[in-house]
């Protein structure tokens, strides 16, 4: 049975940092490409980061470029995002979530789909 | 401000059927990047509803159905239940700034 289990949020200042830990059990992360997803207050799912299998290829959305860090330890089958230079716009309930991606049947546009989610962890910044 | 746009709420009475929409552009749905669906109920794990426009994963009831046109994607609940009371946000792909994935803002499904 797939569990994402995400922990670390809290209350920080602006400009602070804090790092999220998605431990998951029931599969082995490292087989898959996984994801950090935001959703801030009365607003829509943002993808903010994913890692390929690999670790080869890395996402960051351009709202946290340069700010945000994913990275994964396989013996500790968890994912983990630092959060660098925090701002009260990425106030947030941060979930973990798996990625399925494929090609469509043109072999050109390829896919992301997320059929498993944590429950959330909420980060809050404000002074 | 959301790339997909879904109505912000929907409400119909148990038994009923009830449609949400979903419209994107040329640049995501148009550009035939497939449409997933998550059913979220706030403090628990969003769920996968639909993927790749009509699939249901198992587990998920035949009443719940997708489906999509040129630049926007629909979901269908039929026989509408008191449990069905959620929110429903859309998913697809998206081209333009270099590529990323994109949701709908949401809607609220209340079963009045």
């Known amino acids: 049975q797939v569990q994402l289990v995400e922990s670390g949020g809290g209350l920080v200042k602006p400009g602070g940092s804090l790092r999220l830990t998605c431990a998951a059990s029931?599969?082995?992360?490292?087989?898959?490409?996984m994801s950090w997803i935001r959703q801030a207050p009365g607003k829509g799912p943002e993808c903010v980061s994913y890692i390929s299998a690999t670790g080869g290829s890395i996402y960051n959305a351009d709202s946290v470029k340069g700010r945000f860090t994913i990275a994964r330890d396989k013996a500790q089958n968890s994912l983990y995002l630092q959060m660098n230079s925090l701002r009260v716009e990425d106030t947030a309930v941060y979930y973990c979530?798996?990625?399925?991606?494929?090609?469509?049947?043109?072999?050109?546009?390829?896919?992301?789909?997320?059929?498993?989610w944590g429950r959330g962890t909420l980060v809050t910044v404000s002074s | 401000q959301s790339v997909l746009t879904q109505p912000p709420s929907v409400s119909g009475a148990p038994g009923q059927r009830v449609t949400i929409s979903c419209t994107g552009s040329r640049s995501n749905i148009g550009a035939g990047y497939d449409v997933h669906w998550y059913q979220h109920i706030p403090g628990i794990a969003p769920k996968l509803l639909i993927h790749?426009?009509?699939n249901r994963p198992s587990g998920v009831p035949d009443r719940f159905s997708g489906s999509k046109s040129v630049t926007s994607a629909s979901l269908a609940i039929s026989g509408l239940q008191a449990e069905d009371e959620a929110d429903y946000y859309c998913q697809s792909y998206d081209s333009s700034l270099g590529g990323r994935v994109v949701f709908g803002g949401g809607t609220k499904l209340s079963v009045l």
């Open positions: 790749g426009q009509s």
């Open positions: 979530a798996r990625v399925n991606w494929y090609y469509d049947t043109s072999g050109y546009s390829r896919n992301f789909y997320f059929p498993f």
């Open positions: 029931g599969f082995t992360l490292s087989d898959y490409y």
